[in-house]
């Protein structure tokens, strides 16, 4: 069965202060790796697709890598706008489905 | 373009109840997908819908049904309602199916909270 593991669960930085937020994965046959922010009590916001290992993908202050286990969601000097619960999904080629890790929370203060 | 709308946005049923969900996809999308997240569980993945015909299902029981419209909109039910069913319950919809292996992006609608009493 597909798993995806996130890390870590809560995440709280100074404005300015970079970091990493990390998504690992177990599954066969990786189709399709997504980023999505969601803020309370509001659907995810899609950010990224990635589809291949090597792959980089740049929004803003978020860029998003792919090797052929785990994901990291790169953020450059963040600002509090930036706090938000950041998930992240696969799909493969056997599930039809998207199988998603159960989140980091970023707080980002002062 | 408008983005993916659900109705109602909040709901609270008691134990034993049905409740019907809507969701109304981006215009000319024709895959819609249904979510039920918890803060333990996280999204689980209940069913997906492509031109009216259910393509895959999660692992949840019978109790959680769905259907699709010859318009694409989407409605899901849940009869017999018990208290581990509050959550939100989110709809996503894409223009490919997901069941054609090819994935691309899934644009999510702001959720209907259920509340079962």
């Known amino acids: 069965e597909d798993q995806v593991t996130q890390s870590p669960e809560a995440l709280r930085l100074q404005e300015g202060e970079s970091s990493s937020l990390n998504c690992s994965y177990t599954v066969s046959g990786l189709r399709g790796l997504f980023w999505y922010r969601q803020d309370p009590g509001k659907g995810p916001e899609f950010l990224f697709t990635?589809?291949?290992a090597g792959e980089e993908k740049e929004k803003e202050r978020l860029k998003a890598t792919l090797t052929k286990k785990e994901s990291f969601l790169h953020i450059t000097a963040p600002k509090p706008e930036d706090s938000a619960t950041y998930l992240c999904a696969v799909g493969t080629g056997t599930a039809s489905k998207l199988t998603f890790g159960t989140g980091t929370r970023l707080q980002v203060t002062l | 373009k408008a983005g993916v709308t659900q109705t109602p946005r909040y709901l609270i049923k008691t134990r034993g109840q049905q409740v019907t969900l809507s969701c109304s996809p981006i215009?000319?999308?024709?895959?819609v997908s249904w979510y039920q997240q918890t803060p333990g569980q996280g999204l689980q993945f209940l069913f997906e819908?492509?031109?009216?015909?259910?393509?895959n299902k999660g692992n949840f029981p019978g109790r959680f049904s769905g259907r699709q419209f010859s318009n694409s909109r989407s409605e899901m039910n849940v009869s017999t309602l018990e208290l581990g069913d509050s959550a939100l319950y989110l709809c996503a919809s894409s223009s490919r199916p997901l069941s054609s292996g090819s994935y691309n992006e899934q644009f999510f609608g702001p959720g209907t909270r259920l509340t079962v009493l």
């Open positions: 819908y492509f031109s009216e015909t259910q393509r």
């Open positions: 215009s000319g999308h024709r895959s």
């Open positions: 990635l589809y291949s």
